[in-house]
């Protein structure tokens, strides 16, 4: 394994600490007194001990942590030890806002469009990999789409916003046809299947209580035009509530792997 220098390709926050890496296969490639300096157009404005952190991945690493705090803007990262310059590099950036803005998109709609597309069901999104569907993966999702429309939309494009409220409803209907999965396999009504491929028959509880929150709070966020599908998901949302509240039983140690778990 090479040696080499490593921080963030989109840059730092400036309210966050900067965290800078070194590796190397030799365990004394740096010596205690390395630091780390960023270097802007009027010299050195901040500088870090290279602290060892050890082996891992076959590999030694040290890391030089600056505090929050530092000034916006973009800088040029140099490892010094003694006399020599050991590692010099550019590109550093300082900025507010500046994973949100690099990343928000990408992740938000991007990435679970393109999911969407190759999801094994047809319907919600694609897992880790596999033709599994997990509902609490998806619940979980809709969740997250669900907390952006809450606590972030007016730092949201108005764009970016609509096409959120279109993978919400795309997850919800997932869990739908979960739901009607599980009442044509003859499972109480109410009662969601695992996912659509594979875990059909495994009906917990917990898939359910997590679908309610998900088609409640989607319905509670979504705007004017998407009364169909809040309509749609409020009853979905009443029914696995009844199952819940009336027929749902502990699962006990079913598809329970305490030592996955730490126990």
Not at 20 to 30: N, P, Q, S, T
Not at 50 to 77: I, R
Not at 78 to 97: A, H, I, K, P
Not at 131 to 142: G, L, R
Request: charge should be negative; include cysteine; charged fraction near 25%.
């Amino acid at each position: 394994m090479a040696k080499g220098l490593l921080f963030s390709q989109i840059g730092y926050d400036p309210s966050f600490p900067a965290k800078i890496a070194v590796r190397a296969e030799a365990a004394d490639f740096l010596s205690k007194d390395a630091r780390c300096e960023l270097l802007a157009e009027s010299g050195t404005v901040a500088q870090a001990n290279c602290v060892a952190e050890g082996e891992q991945w076959k590999a030694h690493w040290w890391t030089a942590t600056f505090p929050a705090g530092l000034a916006e803007g973009e800088y040029s990262v140099r490892v010094v030890d003694g006399d020599e310059v050991v590692f010099s590099e550019e590109g550093l950036r300082v900025r507010s806002g500046i994973l949100w803005n690099a990343t928000v998109e990408m992740m938000a709609v991007e990435m679970l469009e393109a999911r969407a597309r190759v999801a094994p069901a047809n319907s919600g999104w694609q897992d880790a990999g596999g033709v599994w569907q997990e509902s609490n993966t998806q619940s979980a999702t809709i969740l997250g789409l669900c907390d952006l429309i809450e606590f972030a939309s007016a730092r949201l494009r108005p764009e970016t916003t609509q096409r959120i409220f279109w993978q919400i409803v795309h997850g919800c209907e997932y869990l739908l046809r979960t739901q009607e999965k599980a009442a044509g396999r003859g499972h109480p009504a109410g009662a969601l299947s695992h996912d659509l491929l594979g875990h059909e028959d495994d009906i917990l509880p917990a898939d359910a209580l997590k679908a309610v929150v998900a088609w409640r709070r989607a319905a509670r966020f979504l705007p004017a035009g998407f009364d169909a599908q809040r309509n749609r998901f409020n009853a979905a949302a009443d029914r696995a509530l009844q199952w819940l509240t009336t027929g749902a039983e502990p699962m006990g140690d079913k598809g329970f792997t305490r030592r996955q778990r730490g126990l």
